[in-house]
């Protein structure tokens, strides 16, 4: 995978755990308050669905 491709998926990674599990960074930050969180399995299984969906458009366009 490329750069500018490495790049792109993190910032859709971080999109996802932002929108769907509430979660500002996907950095280690080395603090249990900051690296653990709580989620629900209801907001795991949508941040699973679009990360599914976000790789059916991927495939889409190649």
């Given at each position: 995978m490329t750069k500018p491709a490495d790049k792109a998926m993190e910032n859709l990674l971080q999109k996802i755990a932002l929108d769907?599990?509430?979660i500002e960074s996907l950095?280690?930050?080395n603090s249990d308050q900051l690296d653990f969180h709580d989620v629900s399995v209801?907001?795991?299984k949508s941040a699973l669905m679009a990360a599914y969906e976000a790789g059916r458009q991927a495939a889409k366009a190649d």
């Open positions: 769907h599990l509430f950095e280690t930050r209801w907001a795991v």
